[in-house]
């Protein structure tokens, strides 16, 4: 059971108090199109922002340029802390090395107390639904809750093929694919909007024909029609020659992401979105129930449910919009500009969901 002494950070009898009087955050219900079978495919891209997906879009990407044009997409989309390590008050670092984000992105949540926590995975796998992880880079060893994982020193080819692979030989529909390569071209903000820039060109060359090769073994499988994409990225990137994501640059907050599949509103853009956000919606696509958060009892209320937010307005027959918090905008503003701890951000969103 997970002691209540990591949460307090600092004001610790205000935010324990109001954290057992909050009420809890569910998804509210939303009617999921009615697809059988669903496949969703959570394609992420590290590091990339909005200007960088646009630009490679209008400059030869064209496999992206579909779900841009046929999907939708957001205009502001804030991740977790971009801080490299998740340190809790006590020192330790339930989640090992990897950035916040991508928990975020599983579980749908903004805070990260313990490794017990559901996610999309977990979730998967009740329903008996087959799942990968393939990601390019060491820090992913976290992710074991998935039916099929690998990690380290992959090339970006290797991820995908990867994933597909589960797709074609064990009928996997969950394939969260993480492409880690695109950095090693960076050199600095500019590349986000020039086409020449051999970080657009990585994009264009690369990138864009793996998610090319995505979409055709799904067409030939004849699964495409009820597959939905969430082409994401973990964070956003600096403003220095160097491929860093300093928390205390808020571009290293900005990311992006867009979604297409059925039901989808088609050609639309929403303002804002965060990335436990994602997890939210993978689950919707899949048709399944909500979210757990904690899988402890010993918890505030408010992490008994993820706080990510379900954006019912991207689905044909949804409303116009939904109420987001924007819990982390609202961190950003109230912190400007924020400083580089992890211990900082997590203090930051504890007092907002104790409100």
């Given at each position: 059971?997970?002691?209540?002494?990591?949460?307090?950070?600092?004001?610790?009898?205000?935010?324990?108090?109001?954290?057992?009087?909050?009420?809890?955050?569910?998804?509210?219900?939303?009617?999921?199109?009615?697809?059988?079978?669903?496949?969703?495919?959570?394609?992420?891209?590290?590091?990339?922002?909005?200007?960088?997906?646009?630009?490679?879009?209008?400059?030869?990407?064209?496999?992206?340029?579909?779900?841009?044009?046929?999907?939708?997409?957001?205009?502001?989309?804030?991740?977790?802390?971009?801080?490299?390590?998740?340190?809790?008050?006590?020192?330790?670092?339930?989640?090992?090395?990897?950035?916040?984000?991508?928990?975020?992105?599983?579980?749908?949540?903004?805070?990260?107390?313990?490794?017990?926590?559901?996610?999309?995975?977990?979730?998967?796998?009740?329903?008996?639904?087959?799942?990968?992880?393939?990601?390019?880079?060491?820090?992913?060893?976290?992710?074991?809750?998935?039916?099929?994982?690998?990690?380290?020193?992959?090339?970006?080819?290797?991820?995908?093929?990867?994933?597909?692979?589960?797709?074609?030989?064990?009928?996997?529909?969950?394939?969260?694919?993480?492409?880690?390569?695109?950095?090693?071209?960076?050199?600095?903000?500019?590349d986000t909007r020039n086409p020449g820039s051999a970080y657009i060109q990585y994009f264009v060359k690369t990138v864009?024909?793996?998610?090319?090769?995505?979409?055709?073994?799904?067409?030939?499988?004849?699964?495409?029609?009820?597959?939905?994409?969430?082409?994401?990225?973990?964070?956003?990137?600096?403003?220095?020659?160097?491929?860093?994501?300093?928390?205390?640059?808020?571009?290293?907050?900005?990311?992006?992401?867009?979604?297409?599949?059925?039901?989808?509103?088609?050609?639309?853009?929403?303002?804002?979105?965060?990335?436990?956000?994602?997890?939210?919606?993978?689950?919707?696509?899949?048709?399944?129930?909500?979210?757990?958060?904690?899988?402890?009892?010993?918890?505030?209320?408010?992490?008994?449910?993820?706080?990510?937010?379900?954006?019912?307005?991207?689905?044909?027959?949804?409303?116009?919009?939904?109420?987001?918090?924007?819990?982390?905008?609202?961190?950003?503003?109230?912190?400007?500009?924020?400083?580089?701890?992890?211990?900082?951000?997590?203090?930051?969103?504890?007092?907002?969901?104790?409100?």
């Amino acid at each position: 059971m997970m002691s209540m002494k990591p949460l307090a950070v600092c004001c610790a009898a205000s935010i324990l108090a109001a954290c057992n009087t909050a009420p809890s955050r569910r998804e509210v219900p939303a009617a999921a199109p009615r697809v059988k079978d669903p496949i969703v495919v959570l394609f992420v891209i590290d590091g990339v922002d909005r200007n960088t997906a646009l630009t490679a879009a209008a400059n030869g990407a064209g496999t992206l340029a579909g779900p841009l044009r046929q999907g939708v997409t957001v205009e502001s989309f804030y991740c977790t802390s971009p801080a490299p390590r998740m340190v809790l008050p006590d020192g330790s670092l339930p989640w090992g090395t990897t950035t916040s984000a991508n928990v975020a992105m599983h579980t749908g949540c903004h805070v990260f107390e313990s490794r017990k926590m559901d996610d999309i995975f977990l979730s998967a796998r009740r329903a008996g639904i087959v799942s990968v992880f393939a990601g390019g880079a060491g820090n992913y060893s976290v992710f074991d809750t998935a039916s099929h994982l690998y990690y380290g020193n992959l090339s970006d080819e290797e991820v995908v093929e990867r994933g597909l692979e589960h797709f074609r030989k064990d009928g996997a529909r969950l394939i969260r694919l993480h492409l880690q390569r695109i950095r090693s071209s960076w050199s600095g903000p500019a590349d986000t909007r020039n086409p020449g820039s051999a970080y657009i060109q990585y994009f264009v060359k690369t990138v864009d024909p793996l998610l090319g090769k995505v979409k055709a073994a799904l067409e030939s499988a004849g699964a495409w029609e009820r597959t939905y994409v969430i082409l994401a990225s973990d964070h956003g990137m600096g403003q220095s020659s160097s491929s860093d994501h300093p928390p205390s640059i808020l571009s290293s907050w900005q990311g992006f992401l867009a979604l297409y599949g059925p039901g989808i509103r088609r050609g639309a853009t929403i303002a804002y979105a965060e990335s436990p956000d994602v997890a939210v919606m993978a689950n919707h696509f899949l048709g399944l129930p909500p979210l757990k958060g904690y899988l402890e009892e010993n918890v505030p209320r408010y992490l008994r449910a993820p706080t990510g937010t379900l954006l019912e307005h991207i689905l044909e027959g949804g409303p116009k919009n939904v109420e987001h918090p924007r819990l982390i905008e609202r961190y950003l503003v109230s912190n400007s500009p924020p400083g580089d701890s992890f211990g900082e951000y997590r203090e930051g969103i504890l007092k907002l969901l104790a409100r």
